[in-house]
């Protein structure tokens, strides 16, 4: 069972950049896709990224494309959400999540794909 744990929130001013950490524990971690969304106050949660078990394929909403990067360290159980030119409306509690299929990145872009979640990390930016 996989277990994952967000971190690397805080308040930043728009044009700044952010790097959010999502440290995974068990055996599971380095066959399961991980992806990063994130929950505006009272709506539900949007896709940002996610990267396959492997590290070689990314997947971002157009939303982000260009600004953010995920990438996963493996030897450290890692995946990384790089932010650069952050922008008000990326506030947001941002969640990391572990996919439910061993090695698939299907329907990455969908929350429903995901059963395991972190308990969020906030980002705010302020214009």
């Known amino acids: 069972q996989v277990q994952v744990a967000e971190s690397g929130g805080g308040l930043v001013q728009a044009g700044d950049s952010l790097t959010l950490s999502c440290v995974g524990s068990g055996r599971g971690f380095f066959r399961t896709s991980i992806g990063w969304f994130r929950q505006y106050l009272g709506k539900e949660r949007e896709f940002v990224a996610a990267?396959?078990?492997?590290?070689?394929?990314?997947f971002y909403a157009d939303s982000v494309k260009g600004r953010f990067t995920i990438a996963r360290d493996n030897a450290k159980m890692t995946v990384y959400l790089q932010m650069h030119n952050l922008k008000p409306e990326d506030t947001a509690i941002y969640y990391c999540?572990?996919?439910?299929?061993?090695?698939?990145?299907?329907?990455?872009?969908?929350?429903?794909?995901?059963?395991?979640w972190g308990q969020g990390t906030h980002v705010t930016v302020s214009s």
């Open positions: 990267v396959d078990y492997s590290g070689d394929s990314t």
């Open positions: 999540g572990a996919h439910l299929v061993s090695y698939s990145v299907a329907a990455v872009d969908s929350s429903k794909s995901f059963g395991t």
